[in-house]
Every structure is written in C-alpha cells, then in structure tokens.
C-alpha cells in the first residue's frame, strides 16, 4: 500500500511538470482524424492502420447495414470472433480460442458487468446508438487491467455534433414478432450538447426440435427497454464536462417443471412458472481539460450496477420454488494524462481506484472488493518508420497477489503498402466472487461448494456438525489435525489466472481498394482457477473448492483480406486457424497415457490424430462478405456467410478431453450460416431495409439462441 | 532323458571351451522347467549362450513337476449396486461383495475382496469409514489404480497397495478422484475413467487386475443416464491363481 502512494505521488508530480511543457500544433495528429481513427489499443486517438496491435474496427454504417439488432448478431461476423454457445446454453464471444470470461467489455471506455457462469451475455446491449465497436485481440492488462487477457471490446456510442436538432426513429418487426423500436435525438446549443435515446425490443418464444418431446426447448419470450442519455458541457475550450447515463431493463418469463416427491413419498411433477429480470444501469461522469496542445488530462466517475433476479413459483401452490439474486456494483474514479513529447511521441498515465460489490443468494454475506492501481504507457516514434509503445500497469488488489502487467509492441513499415507488426503482453483476471465467496450446498444432490475464502470458517463447521467423512476410528483430536491440514493449504492467496500473450502479424494495404493482413497469434496460460474436491461428506457427496491448476495455450493463424473490385463493391473474407489445448493432457496424448474406450468398452490408448484438444474450440473459422452500393438507386445490398467447423461442448468418455471418440450428443457439426440484407433510401428522409438472418435455416439443440431462419423489415425515418 | 541332457552338457562345453575366443557370447544360467509352465528348477541349471530346449532364467518354481494353473481372465456382467437415499439423504444400504477367488458374488461378509455400491467400491482391507450398513474389514485385502491398458498392466506393483482408510478409500471416490467421471448437467453419466485399472490384492494374497467397463445395465456403448439403468457394474478381470505370482 505504501509502495501505491509512492506510485501516486510520483504521478502527481510526474502531472505538475508536464503542465509547463511547451504548447505546439502537431499537425501530423489532425491529418490522422480523417481516416478510421481507433481508441481503445492506446487510450489516445490512434489511425487503424497504423496499431502495432491486432484489432477490428466495425462501424456503425456496417452495422446499420446488416441489419444487426443486438451487438453478439454483429460480433459473431467478424474474423476471430466467435460467438460460443457453452454447454449451459450461456453465449459469449470467444477471441484468439479464449473464452469470453477473459475478454473484458466497456462500454465508452468503461467496463459493464454482470456475467453468467463468466459469460458476458452481449444480447443485452442493442446497437441502436452505436458509432463503432473496437475489439482489440491479446492481452491488454497493461491498460485496463483484470479481464483484459483474451482481448477488449469497447462500444463507442454516438456523439452529438450538429448545431441543429437531430432525430431518428425506426421500426422494424421480424419472426418470432420479434420488434425492435428505436428513438434518437441530438442537438448542439452553444456550450450544451445533448444526445438521447431509447430502445425497445421484443420477441416471442420459439422452439427448438419440436417434434422431439423429450430434447425440445423452449425459448421464453423476452422484452428489454434501453435508455441513454448524455449531456456535453464546455466550459470553455479547453475544459470540457460530460456526464452520461443508460439504463437496462429486461424481463423473460420462464417455466419448468421437475420431479418432488410430495408428504406420501409419492413422485409428483412440479410445474414452475416465473420470471427472470435484468436490470443495468451505468453512470459515467467525465472532465477533459486541455491544458495545451501537447498536454490533456481526463477525470472519470463511473458507478454502474447489475443486477439479475430469478423468481420462479409452482403454478399450483404459488410457493417460491426458485430465487436467485444477484446484485453487483462497481465504482470506480481515475484521473489520466496524455502527454505529447515534440519527436518523441506519446506518454499516457493513469491512476484509479475501483470498490466492487456483490450480493448473492448463494452467498452467505454480502462482499466487496478494494482495488487501487496506475498506469503508464509510452507510445513513441523513435524512427521514421517505426512506432514502439512499451506500457505496464500495477494492480494492488484486497483479495488476491498483486499484479504487474507490462506491454511491448511494434509497428514497422517496410514500405508505404506493407508493414509488419508485433506485440507482447500480460494479462490477468482477477479470481471472481464466486471463487473466493461461495458457500452453496446443493438441496437435492448435497454436495457442497466452498469459495477459497470461505474454507477456514466453513469446512470447521462442517467438521463441527459431524458432516464430514473422516471415519469412525479417528479420534476427534485426529479429525481436527486433519481439518487443519487442509485448511492451511488455504493459507496462500488465490493467484489471478494469467496469461502471455504473442502476436505477431504483416499488413498490407493499398489504399482502400485491397487490404490484407496476417496475424499470428500464442497464447499461454497460466494458474487457471478450478474446482477440486476438498474432503468427503458424510452423506457421501464431497466438498468442493477452488485451487488454481491448470495451464493451457491457445495458438492459431488469423487472415483477412478486404477487396474493392470497384468503388462500390467491396469483398472480404476472414480466416481463423486454431489449436487450443490443455498442456497436461496434450503431454498425456503424446506420451501414450491418455485412454478411451473402443466399441467393446475396453481402455485403448488415445492417438494423436483422433485428439481434437479443448472443447468449444473449431479448428477452422471463417467468413465471406459481399456488400454492394447501388448509388445510382440509394440501394445497398450485403450477404454474410459466417462458417464454424466441427467442435466438442464437453466429454463423455471420462478423460476430460474432446475426442473422436466421444457422444455424438456432445458434438456441434460444422455449420454455416448466411444472413442478407438489402436497404433503400426513399424521398431522402425515409430508409427502408428487408433482410433475413440465417437463410441455410441452420439449427442445433445445442445452440439455443438460434431459432432458425429470420426475416425482417425495418423502416428508418431521419428528422 | 537326463542322460540326453547331459549328453547335451557335455557337448554344449566343449562347444563352449571350443569358442572361448569367440567374444559375442556370454554365457549365463539356465534352469530346468520340466512342468513347462515358464519357472524354473533352481536344483538343475546349465550355463549357456542361450536358453536350451526346456530351460528358462527363472528359478522360482518349487515344484516343478507340476505346471502353474491358468490365469483366469472373465467378465462379470450386470453386478447390481444398489443404493438407499443419496440425493441429499442418509446413504444407506448392503454393499454387494464379489469374491475374486470364487469369481462371484458373495454373502459372507468375512470372506470377499471388493464390494460396491452406487459409485462407492470397497475392499476387503484396511478400516471401516463407517457410513451406514458399510461392512467392517475382516480381511487383507488391498489395491490400487493403475494406469494403462488392461494389456499394459502386466504385474502387481506390491509397493502401491493401499487398504481403506478412515478418510480415503484405496479406491478414490468421487468424480475424476478414482475410477468413474460423473459428467454433471446435461448429461448426468456416470463414465468408467478409461485406462484406469483397478489392481487387487485378495484376501487370499492372490492377486488380479479389473477394468471396469461400465455402470449402466448392460453395459450400452452410449449410455443415456434417463434411460438406461444405473448402478450395474459389467467389468472385465484377470485373477492370477498361483500363490506368490504377481504378474497376470
């Protein structure tokens, strides 16, 4: 702690001194501001091409062109991004092979949360507002710290910027009576600026296989509202004040029916009907000043709370079968600085402190976490041709190790066209709530779960209650040294799970008309949390608890090429070649120790050739894109076909890997997808668009968020 | 015949002091194995290149006049498991005992080697955990899980064998911990860990491997835990019927 405010002071000073530099017009800077211009790799304005790190930038004209509703539907059509449905059912976006747990998501630089089993679900956000998306793939922990390891998406939403009064309103109706309602206004007044907007989207239930009774699955029908507000101020030129506000809503209707055994002992079907609610609300207060040109600081203030709330009721007795809470809240404030060194380049620091806070029905108490850390990047150009950023952030965290987390990248341009890039970084993500806090038995089943927190005090109590299976012949004194034994395996902190990350890639673009780029990519793992079982139960279940294990990589090639073959019509594809493995067991594969069991049931050794390695992984992905602008008619039209090859959700021979050999009720086939899209300008006011997602009307069990086939219309009216 | 041997003898001697300066041989020991069961008499030995007509290295047979009995090798098909409470209930009820000896399922509860119920297996060794109608260890009996192959796992390693114990069986409970999987929601299977085998020590001091192959009710290829019936275990084993050998 006294090593933090050491840091911190240094960086005050570090401010105070940088407030003198010389003020001088960098005009290279605003050259730059025409072309696609990118915040989220540097936290500075950085021109696309020119990032010495992987990213991908989807504007909101590509977005509005394909028709997307919700922002997983535009994510999953991007080169690398792969929308992972797990074997719960639970979406997220999976990036270099790495779930979405470890992908960190802000929204206007902040970060949301509220997570399901680690998924971060990214059908709660629409792109009704949406001005761009920035991913940026590898880790990124030397900037925005726990999380960041996978990657980072950040939705930019839209700024206000036109003096007069703005608005847009559309509509668009689809299967399933699926509606989506949107409302913009913006205007600029002299030194106010505003921007609101609000968004509301239905959709009816859908089944999945239903002429198959016992596999169907019914998807309940949804309603969200999404409101947002954001209000500029300048004060002057140089101090600029914003303070900005969204807020979620959704409620989803669920029933299910499970078997009880009522007083008699009888075996009854229970049938539950009730509701899930989501609610999110994100407040962000901001002050940029402009001390000179080469010279600017921001102050940020975020809260921002989820939270989810499961009720279900038997629709006979109206008793409260199931409830589950889950309130999290996070608050955060940083102060940052970017300051432009003339020949030199760009040196960003920054400094926060975060609190989260988390209540849930499985925990026995409420908790919360502390956390303070700083930040310092370095983004020069110490060649002509050659940029070079070198960064690290310090987390000192409440609950876990601190954290290191330094950078290293470089963008070289070999000629005008080509250049090659590379980076390296640390990422880390923090052990959750979950793994340190819980305390959860199972009703049914009676197993137990200790959060690695929790095991001091619980695991004594079990002991205490005679709960746990050490045996008649202990004597109680020989019972407590062996509590104590595991007990002070706890000792320790949980490490944070953590990952390197390499990267290293050739660009090459001629103008806009064909661009390629290449990318390679490793990344390795380390300390990853899971659970294991800690001591036995009396009633012949165990207690289970968290420890870190595991070390995995992930490694693959990415490829994109984007072609004009006229002005108005471009080609892109994208390709992701992946392996993703778990080191132990690759180890085990290769040395002939891994086993299944072939069609007589007995143990043959496991060969290389017939071991496919992580689960939810495909080895190919890619995609092919044609969008067409007809000028001449005010006519886009666009297709999307979107391809995941043959993956595994879990395993089913018992040894922990995804095989040849395993259920075909655990395997996704390859599949592909196709969604087009068409939209028309009409008296210059209206727009209308027609399309359908999904045309090969490809489904899967498995994948419960897809219902098939889905056609649309929407109409779009500019005031 | 002995006189042929020694004929035999003699002649291979000369042979022998023939080519002493022949370097590529070494001579070692060989026994006589008269009842052709692969031990040796350590009584009647010759030194040779190479293993004679009816000599071996061993020298472990003290009987050589009669050949070792077979190695049994069968599969038990179906052995219930049944199991009172679980699901958050009191466990309870009789573990079925099998007799690797007699190669069946056995009610005297003094004379078994493993005994199983649900998930749970147990042997005859060691100490009680006392859970509900668990039978106490009469016997001597003691295993270990071995890793590989049923062809693989050729001998008993008598340096890993563990009895029950108050706080760990010698066969591991839990999912991942010993011999099963259990693969949780969807699915709910209990699966066999493939290569995993489960070597024992009887009661008897004889020893044996078993591979379990699965816990389903006529041991399906894809078993569906809504359908097919649960707790019947289908193994294979291979018992070792000799006193004192440990290789099967």
């Known amino acids: 702690m006294n090593k933090f405010i050491v840091i911190l002071l240094f960086f005050c000073f570090n401010i105070y001194c940088q407030k003198n530099t010389n003020p001088k017009e960098n005009d290279s800077l605003k050259a730059e501001k025409l072309e696609e211009v990118i915040l989220t790799a540097t936290r500075t304005e950085r021109q696309l091409s020119s990032i010495p790190l992987p990213v991908t930038l989807i504007s909101g004209s590509t977005i509005k062109k394909s028709g997307s509703v919700r922002i997983d539907d535009i994510l999953a059509e991007q080169t690398g ?26 929204m206007d630089g902040v970060p949301l949360v509220g997570r399901s089993s680690g998924n971060f679900d990214l059908s709660r956000l629409t792109v009704g507002n949406i001005k761009q998306i920035e991913v940026v793939k590898g880790p990124t922990s030397s900037l925005y710290g726990s999380e960041a390891l996978a990657g980072v998406i950040n939705i930019i939403t839209e700024k206000p910027k036109n003096e007069k009064l703005t608005g847009r309103a559309s509509y668009r109706i689809g299967s399933f009576t699926a509606q989506d309602m949107n409302l913009s206004l913006q205007q600029k007044k002299g030194k106010i600026r505003y921007a609101l907007f609000g968004n509301r989207f239905s959709r009816d239930k859908y089944v999945l296989e239903p002429n198959d009774s016992d596999r169907s699955i019914t998807v309940n029908p949804i309603e969200n509202y999404t409101l947002n507000g954001k209000f500029y101020y300048d004060i002057n030129n140089n101090i600029k004040l914003s303070a900005s506000g969204r807020y979620f809503d959704q409620l989803q209707n669920s029933g299910f029916s499970f078997t009880d055994t009522d007083g008699d002992g009888q075996e009854i079907i229970v049938n539950a009907e009730g509701e899930a609610l989501e609610r999110d609300l994100n407040t962000l207060l901001k002050l940029d000043q402009n001390w000179s040109e080469k010279f600017n600081t921001t102050y940020e203030f975020y809260y921002t709370n989820y939270i989810a709330e499961d009720i ?41 402190y975060q609190y989260d806070f988390l209540d849930r029905t499985l925990f026995e108490n409420e908790v919360s976490f502390n956390s303070q850390y700083v930040y310092t990047q370095f983004d020069m150009i110490p060649l002509e041709n050659l940029n070079i950023i070198i960064g690290v952030r310090f987390d000192n965290h409440s609950e876990y190790s601190n954290q290191v987390s330094p950078k290293f990248a470089f963008n070289y341009k070999i000629t005008d066209q080509l250049s090659i890039k590379g980076s390296t970084g640390y990422g880390f993500k923090a052990p959750d709530f979950r793994q340190l806090y819980l305390n959860f038995t199972n009703p049914s089943v009676g197993y137990s779960v200790l959060g690695y927190k929790t095991v001091p005090k619980e695991l004594q109590l079990l002991f205490d209650q005679g709960q746990l299976a050490f045996g008649d012949n202990l004597t109680p004194d020989q019972g407590q040294a062996r509590v104590n034994e595991l007990i002070a ?42 659970t294991f079982v800690l001591a036995r139960k009396t009633n012949g279940q165990n207690v289970f608890s968290y420890q870190n294990f595991d070390e995995i990589y992930t490694e693959g090639i990415e490829f994109s090429a984007t072609y004009n073959i006229f002005e108005n019509l471009e080609i892109s594809g994208g390709y992701q070649l992946l392996y993703a493995f778990n080191k132990d067991i690759k180890k085990q594969v290769e040395n002939g120790e891994l086993f299944v069991r072939d069609e007589n049931l007995t143990s043959i050794v496991l060969s290389k050739d017939d071991h496919y390695g992580f689960f939810n992984r495909s080895r190919h992905n890619g995609n092919l894109k044609v969008f067409w602008d007809i000028k001449k008619w005010d006519l886009n039209v666009n297709a999307r076909a979107i391809y995941r090859s043959k993956y595994g959700l879990g395993d089913t021979n018992g040894n922990g890997t995804f095989d040849t050999f395993d259920d075909d009720a655990v395997v996704v086939d390859g599949f592909a997808t196709l969604n087009i899209a068409a939209s028309k300008k009409l008296f210059k006011k209206f727009e209308i668009q027609a399309g359908a997602d999904n045309i090969l009307n490809y489904q899967n069990i498995n994948i419960p968020g897809n219902p098939g086939t889905r056609g649309y219309v929407r109409v779009n009216y500019q005031f | ?63 050589d006049t009669q050949a070792l009995a077979n190695l049994i090798s069968e599969t038990t098909n179906n052995l219930p498991a049944p199991q009172e409470g679980g699901q958050g209930q009191p466990i309870s009820g009789d573990f079925t005992l099998f007799d690797l000896d007699t190669g069946a399922i056995t009610t005297n509860t003094d004379d078994w080697d493993i005994a199983f119920r649900a998930t749970t297996i147990i042997i005859n060794g060691g100490i009680s955990q006392g859970t509900t109608d668990e039978p106490s260890r009469i016997g001597d009996a003691a295993a270990y899980i071995a890793t590989g192959t049923m062809a693989d796992i050729t001998s008993a390693d008598t340096s890993l064998f563990v009895q029950d114990a108050a706080d760990a069986l010698a066969i591991p409970s839990g999912s991942d911990n010993g011999w ?20 024992i020590k009887t009661t008897e001091g004889k020893y044996a491997k078993i591979e379990i192959l699965s816990y389903y009710k006529d041991a399906p290829t894809s078993p569906d835990a809504f359908v097919n019936e649960g707790r019947y275990f289908t193994f294979n084993y291979v018992y070792q019927p000799n006193n004192n050998i440990s290789t099967f």
Not at chain 2, 20 to 44: I, K, P, Q, R, V
Not at chain 2, 180 to 199: A, D, E, M, Q
């Open chain 1, 81 to 106: 991004l792969i929308l992972a449905t797990d074997e719960s059912g639970f979406e997220g976006i999976q990036i270099q092979g790495i779930d979405s747990d470890y992908t960190l998501i802000l």
């Open chain 1, 312 to 352: 279900s009721r038997d629709t006979e007795t109206s008793d409260i079968v199931f409830n589950n809470l889950f309130d999290q809240k996070l608050l955060r404030a940083e102060i940052r600085g970017n300051n432009i060194i003339k020949g030199m380049g760009t040196i960003t620091t920054g400094v926060g």
């Open chain 1, 489 to 530: 395996t706890f000792d320790n902190d949980l490490e944070a799970e953590s990952s390197i990350g390499y990267n290293i890639g050739l660009n090459y673009r001629q103008s806009k008309k064909l661009i390629l780029d290449i990318n390679f990519f490793r990344n390795d793992f380390r300390n990853l949390i899971d």
């Open chain 2, 1 to 63: 015949m002995k006189k042929g041997f020694y004929l035999l003898l003699t002649f291979s001697l000369i042979i022998a002091s023939c080519g002493s300066d022949d370097d590529s041989c070494a001579e070692s020991l060989f026994f006589e194995d008269a009842d052709g069961d692969g031990l040796g008499n350590s009584a009647t030995s010759q030194l040779a290149c190479s293993a004679p007509e009816g000599f071996v290295t061993n020298s472990d047979d003290n009987d």
């Open chain 2, 180 to 199: 099963y999987n259990y693969s949780g929601s969807p699915l709910f299977l209990i699966t066999p860990l493939p290569g995993k085998i489960l070597v």
